[in-house]
Structures are given as C-alpha cells and as structure tokens.
C-alpha cells in the first residue's frame, strides 16, 4: 500500500506524513490569498478614492498636508495631495500610480481618474460575494470599456485650434475647479500663449514641450496681477564681473558646456621644480592656455557668453577687455531653453567654434532687479521655441498651488492642438455611456451582463460626487438626470458644479478634451481590471534583528523626492489608510 500522504505549509506540497514538512516561505512571510486579498484591494481601493472625493469640482475643498520637516502643501489637485502621503498597502500604491500616470500623460483629470476606479472596484464587491470568477467580471468590464469608448466617439466633435475663443472656452473649463480661477482671464491668456510659443513641427508632426521648454519662475512679492509672459529666458543669475555690461541691445550670444579656466589634474598631481624661473614658466603657461581659449570665443565678435561651469578670475579680465559680458553656472535645462530662444547652439570646445552657432535671435539682454535678487532677462527673441511665466504673488503657498494649475491648464490647451476634438464636461459624458451600457447590457446573455452593467453605475459616481461637493439633493438630481438621457436624448446635459442644478453643457460652455476623457476612463478600467485579478498577495519582510541574522537586501531604488516636483522640496510623510476619509 502506498504510503500515508499530507498537505502541509504554504506551500500545498503533498510530503508523505512520517517526514518533514518541506516550508518554502521564509517564516515571517504574510499571505493573503482568495477573497480575502481581493476584498482587502478593494478596501484600499475606496480609501484611496475617499481622500480625494472632495476635491472634484468647481466647488472643490482644498487639502492641507504637513510634513515632518514643517513644509506645506495646500492643493486639490489629485496628483499633488496623493504623491505627498506614503502608504503601506500595495493596491493602494497602485491607485496613486494611476494619477501620476495621468498627469504625465495629458496633465488633468488626475481627480477623477482615482474616484472612478475606486467606484468600479467597489461595486464589483458584491459579485465576489455571489462567488462570480474575476475573470468573469474583468471581461464584462472589458467589453464595456470597447462600447464606452465608441460613445465617445459619438458625441466628439471637432474645434479649429487657431480660434483663441473655442481654446480659451476650454482652459477656462479647467480651471474653473482649481484655486486660479479668480484670475481667469490672465491664467488662461498665459497658458495659450506658452504653449503656442513652444509649438513646432518635427518631421511632419507636432511636439509641444512644456515640460523642458516652458519654465514657471516664482517671485514671492507684488500681486499675482503682475503675472506676465516671457518672450524668452529669464534665469537667477548676475554678471560675473561688475564692470560687464547689464543691458544689451540684439546682442550675439555664445552658448558653452565647458569651463573657461585651466585644466585641473584628475587626481593629486605633483611637480618638481628645480629653478626658481620655473614657476613662472608654469603659470605663464596657465595664463597662456586662458588666453588662448578666451580669444577662441572673443574673434567672433560676441557680446553675451553663458557656460554651464566655472569661469576663473583671469578669463573674466580678457572678456572686460574685449567688452563681452559673461554668465557662468547655468542649469543645462536653461542652456537648452537659451538655445531655442535665440538661435544659438551649445558647444563643447572653444576652439571649435563656427559663425553659425552665435544666436542673433534675441532682441534684449538685461538685468533688472526684482525683491532682494537680480534677475537676467534675455527676451524680445524672434519666433522662440522656448518660454519663462513669471509668477508674483503674497506667498510661496499661493505661488505653488497657482503653478499647479497653470501646469494643468497648459496640459489641457496642449491636448487641444495635439487632437482637436471636444466632448461635454460635468459629467455628462459619464452619464450618456452609463446609459448607452444600460440599454445594450439587456441584448448580452448570461452572467456577463451584471459586471458589464455595473460599469455604467460606476461611471455615475461623477455626476453624484460633483452633486454632493456643491450641497446639492444628490438622489433627486440624478434621477432628474437619468431620466433626461433617457431614450439617448439630451447626451449633452450635465451637472452645473456650482450650483448643483442641471445644466445644457452646450449653453454653459464647459467642454473637456476628448484626449483627457479617453485616458481617465481607458485608466480606470484597465487598472480596476488588474486588480480585480489578484487573488494572492504575499509580502516578504525580511529585516535585520538585533544579535544575528543575515543583512536585508538594500532597496535599489533611491529614496523619491516628493513634493514639488521641480525642486523636491518636501519629504513624504505616513498617512494610514485604515480610516475611509479625510475630510
């Protein structure tokens, strides 16, 4: 007879029962597994999606978040407030890794993407519940996106991007949720301008940098009214010699990414010197090198020279000489803003410079003071392909959350010129698919139309949230709502944010970019699909202890800079996910 078998461990390996156990899993190895792993995904899921629910909408609530070294963040922007809180919980990780997804990609609906895949998440709940087979629900979900996708298309249409009005409609349509709305007309005169200055055509397609090309300098002082467009570059920086000239008109600009002082050795580097004339000869030979480089640059005639390194005291003396004002230490990103600016191109060798790399595209150099700091201004520039927003305002604080939503402003008229196509906002999109899926979920047989009609009961958590934020009857409004989309009239009709009453999008004129539509439902989708998959989690921790033990690998990946993501200022802090909401 065959030996006595059983299942022992984690493992659900079959030893037979007078040996071992055979353990695979280190011992303080946690595992969820089954209904309970997906269950607790959907939890963190809804926490998630419950931070930020307040902040959709014109009548949005901002959030404060401190950190422990005393910094702020006052937003409600989605993706601002999820990157400063650190969670523990992996399906929570992955929801905040969908709104930064959405902010590189198109730059809005980062709010909007988390609340709608916590709501598909949660009302799959109840088909775990009746035992349904996730791979059940993740194809309904599937096929619904398919339709969704193809309602959209229908109510799409297209706008002439060379209309500044239709545009602007649009920008004003995105931030009349954020803090800069106060300032309309200014924010969205700057963020159209700055997109259309970085446009260009490469190789027969469009490519607007507004990352690299576009640069936000803040000015704490003065009122946020004295915000203005830069027609080129305007860096922190001052001459490097008091007797260089600090205005310039249509000046010749060289643009170098070397040092102009002498080569220093590698290492220690040590010389013998047997006479006394011998030391002379050395530095008459540095002196030589120095002046031989800066007459490399000054025989082109240049009045500006900015370098990303160092200029040494004697090059500086050649250049007061030759009447040549130099900048030294600048950022390589303001280098490359520089060279689109005004035509110049960076270089490597002094020596090989040609006539063609001098930039004659720039119409003014100046330096102006502004507060306690000098600033210099290179502008005036002829079709420049880079820009600089200067922003005033009372504190860093306002300053920051303004910048956020020009950032989002700019991504939104990028989208425009980028696919020039339009679908109605406050949430009337989200309520023509909702019932677009209703009525073809009744022509689908078998169990796959529950999850597929569930889609579009989560798609309404837009209208309803936008309805709950402005104090609204939310059950009555959406009812009303329901019922005039209806028979697939009425698609454009939606949610007045304001005042919490129905509105004709048309006639509001609150339209969103197809492009950012697309993304927050193709998003939402696919994620809540991916982790309705899961049906294990295991998390190995292994840590160090004290009198022994082997060493724990070290996380290769560096420590990321939250906060503003320009200059990392601020350090993420811990926020539980076991409570449901902030608010």
């Known amino acids: 007879l065959p030996p006595p078998w059983q299942v022992v461990g984690c493992t659900g390996m079959q030893v037979p029962a007078n040996t071992t156990p055979v353990l695979v899993l280190t011992q303080n190895t946690k595992r969820e597994t089954g209904r309970k792993a997906q269950l607790g995904n ?67 609906g980062t709010t909007s993407v988390i609340i709608l895949a916590g709501e598909l998440l949660a009302v799959a709940e109840p088909f775990f519940e009746r035992h349904m087979h996730p791979t059940i629900i993740v194809e309904g979900y599937r096929k619904a996106l398919a339709d969704a996708i193809a309602t959209c298309d229908k109510l799409a249409f297209e706008i002439d991007v060379n209309n500044k009005e239709q545009i602007g409609t649009i920008i004003r349509s995105c931030l009349g949720t954020k803090f800069a709305s106060r300032w309309m007309d200014m924010m969205v005169g700057l963020s159209d301008e700055a997109v259309r200055t970085v446009r260009r055509e490469v190789n027969g397609r469009v490519e ?55 080569k220093k050795g590698e290492s220690q580097t040590n010389v013998e010197i047997t006479q006394e004339e011998d030391f002379a000869l050395l530095l008459k030979q540095e ?98 392909k880079a820009c600089t927003i200067l922003l005033r305002g009372a504190s860093k604080d306002v300053l920051n959350e303004v910048e956020r939503n020009l950032q989002d402003a700019m991504g939104v008229a990028r989208n425009v010129i980028m696919d020039p196509r339009l679908v109605p906002g406050g949430g009337a999109v989200e309520m023509a698919v909702a019932h677009a899926l209703l009525d073809n979920s009744k022509a689908i047989e078998g169990e796959l139309q529950y999850p597929y009609r569930a889609v579009g009961q989560a798609l309404e958590v837009i209208p309803r949230t936008l309805l709950q934020n402005c104090g609204s009857n939310v059950i009555r409004t959406l009812t009303a709502l329901r019922a005039k989309h209806a028979g697939g009239a009425n698609m454009t009709w939606g949610v007045n944010g304001n005042s919490g009453e129905l509105a004709d999008m048309k006639e509001l004129g609150v339209w969103e970019p197809f492009m950012v539509k697309m993304q927050t439902i193709k998003t939402s989708i696919e994620a809540s699909c991916m982790l309705l998959r899961i049906d294990e989690i295991v998390s190995g921790m292994s840590k160090k202890e004290k009198g022994g033990g082997t060493q724990a690998p070290q996380d290769s990946e560096e420590q990321e800079a939250f906060g503003d993501a320009r200059d990392g200022q601020f350090v993420p802090f811990d926020l539980s996910l076991q409570t449901t909401s902030l608010d």
Do not use: W
Not at 217 to 229: D, F, M, N, T, Y
């Open 42 to 108: 959907i939890q963190a899921a809804k926490a998630v999606a419950d931070i930020i629910r307040t902040t959709l909408g014109p009548r949005a609530m901002l959030k404060m978040l401190l950190d422990p070294m005393g910094g702020i963040v006052l937003t409600n922007d989605g993706n601002s407030i999820l990157r400063e809180i650190d969670v523990n919980h992996p399906a929570a990780k992955s929801m905040i890794e969908l709104s930064r997804t959405q902010e590189e990609e198109v730059g809005d």
């Open 208 to 262: 607007i940098d507004i990352k690299r090309m576009i640069r936000i300098e803040k000015v704490p002082g003065g009122a946020l009214e004295q915000s203005r467009i830069i027609r080129g570059v305007m860096l922190n920086k001052d001459v490097t010699h008091p007797k260089m000239r600090r205005s310039i008109e249509k000046p010749r600009i060289i643009l170098l990414d070397c040092p102009l002082e002498y």
């Open 287 to 384: 002196e030589e090198y120095i002046e031989k480089m800066c007459q490399d640059i000054i025989k082109f005639k240049p009045d500006l020279v900015f370098t990303e390194k160092g200029v040494s005291d004697l090059a500086q003396h050649f250049f007061v000489k030759a009447n040549v004002t130099v900048l030294r230490r600048l950022r390589k990103t303001d280098n490359t803003r520089l060279a689109r600016a005004c035509g110049a191109t960076i270089v490597s060798r002094p020596e090989e410079l040609n006539e063609t790399d001098v930039g004659t595209g720039a119409g003014l150099f100046e330096i102006r003071k502004i507060g306690d700091e000098y600033f210099t201004f290179v502008e005036e520039c002829k079709d420049p």
